[in-house]
């Protein structure tokens, strides 16, 4: 292969690429219509942001549907990284909503006692 039949394909990969990505960031948004909802819901029922117990379970639920070829742990970390933009997204939601400064999502007062 020549290097201009290589940057050709490199091209049609680039272009393959940033449409991938802009269906990833139309999900994100889709997810993050969810979480505002839920964010809702909790303010509503006086429920905490954070719950261990559902985000292991969206952890082994994302780690059952890796197919690969990305690793179970490379699909973990990016998942505890949307989840806690999510978080942070419903505790600023929640605490605007309600007119108090955001709290850290750790569970902590803005303080940072718990």
Do not use: C, W
């Amino acid at each position: 292969m020549t290097q201009d039949d290589a940057r050709l394909k490199l091209e049609e990969f680039r272009v393959q690429i940033d449409e991938v990505d802009r269906r990833i960031v139309a999900l994100l948004n889709e997810r993050t219509s969810v979480v505002e909802d839920i964010g809702r819901v909790k303010r509503e029922a006086h429920l905490p942001i954070y719950e261990p117990k559902r985000e292991d379970q969206v952890f082994a639920n994302i780690t059952e549907s890796n197919r690969g070829p990305m690793s179970p742990e490379a699909v973990r970390r990016i998942f505890e990284r949307i989840i806690d933009e999510m978080r942070t997204i419903q505790r600023v939601r929640m605490m605007s909503a309600a007119g108090t400064p955001p709290a850290p999502s750790d569970g902590r007062s803005p303080d940072g006692e718990k």
